[in-house]
C-alpha cells in the first residue's frame, strides 16, 4: 500500500463545516482529481482517507492532517499538484510527504494539539493579575467541566491534560497559547479550558478565534514529521 500524508489548512468557510463534510469534501476532490485511490472494503467501499482528529465547528486549522491511501506510487508534489485544484473554498493543500511502510495510523500517533486564541477581555486587567490568576487555576489539582455524552452530562476532571497554559498581549488582544491532550488516549478541548478560564477571568469564550496551528506525538515530534 502506498500512502502521502497531506498537511492543509482550513479557514474561511470550511471554519464551519462539520468534519463529516470536511472527508467528503476529500473524497469528491480526489476523484475528480483522479487519483489512484486505494479503496475499503465491504458492501459500500470507500476511499481510504485518515484525519488525525476532527476539528471542531468554528475554529482554524493551520495544519491539518490526512493520510492518503493508493493503489500504485506517485510523487507526493504530482498528488498535492493535482488534488489542489479540485478543493472547495477554504481548503488549502499545503505540503505532502510518503509515509513509509509500517508508519502508524495518524490517530494513534496523536499526544497533543496546540492552539492559539486570540480575543479581548471585558475589562482592562493588569499582566500580574492574569499571571496570578491563570497560575491559580493551573495549580488546582482538578478542574471540572460538565461533558455532553450519549447519556446525557458527565463530569470530566480536564486539568491532567492541559499541558500548558501561557498568554501574551498582542495589539490590545490577548493571546493564550494552549497545549491540550488529543488523540486516542482523550481529548481536552479548548472551549473547555474556556469554561475553567471564564471563572477566574472576566472573558466571554465567543470573542475568542481559536486555531490549531500544530499537533504533536508523545515524543514532541511534529505528528507531519512521524
Not at 490590545?172 to 482523550?186: P, T, V
Request: charged residues 25%; contains cysteine.
Amino acid at each position: 500500500m502506498n500512502r502521502i500524508r497531506v498537511a492543509y489548512r482550513q479557514d474561511g468557510p470550511a471554519r464551519f463545516v462539520s468534519h463529516l463534510d470536511i472527508l467528503r469534501a476529500f473524497e469528491r476532490a480526489a476523484r475528480r482529481a483522479e487519483l489512484p485511490l486505494a479503496y475499503t472494503e465491504g458492501f459500500n467501499p470507500r476511499p481510504r482517507l485518515t484525519f488525525a482528529a476532527p476539528l471542531p465547528v468554528g475554529m482554524t486549522g493551520a495544519q491539518e492532517l490526512v493520510d492518503i491511501d493508493l493503489t500504485r506510487d506517485m510523487l507526493p508534489e504530482d498528488l498535492v499538484a493535482s488534488l489542489a485544484n479540485q478543493m472547495p473554498g477554504g481548503l488549502v493543500v499545503l505540503k505532502g510527504r510518503k509515509v513509509p511502510a509500517g508508519g502508524g495510523a495518524l490517530m494513534s500517533l496523536l499526544d497533543r494539539a496546540v492552539y492559539t486564541a486570540r480575543g479581548g477581555l471585558n475589562e482592562n486587567t493588569p499582566a500580574n493579575e492574569l499571571d496570578k490568576r491563570i497560575e491559580s487555576l493551573l495549580n488546582c489539582g482538578e478542574v471540572f467541566v460538565e461533558r455532553r455524552t450519549g447519556k446525557g452530562f458527565k463530569r470530566k476532571d480536564i486539568r491532567p491534560g492541559i499541558r500548558r497554559l501561557v498568554w501574551k498581549s498582542i495589539a490590545g488582544e490577548i493571546e493564550f497559547l494552549m497545549e491540550l491532550q488529543s488523540g486516542s488516549r482523550g481529548n481536552v478541548r479548548p472551549d473547555e479550558v474556556f469554561i475553567a478560564l471564564a471563572e477566574v477571568l472576566p472573558l466571554q469564550p465567543h470573542r475568542f478565534m481559536v486555531c490549531r496551528t500544530a499537533m504533536l506525538a508523545r515524543d514532541g515530534r511534529l505528528l507531519w514529521d512521524c
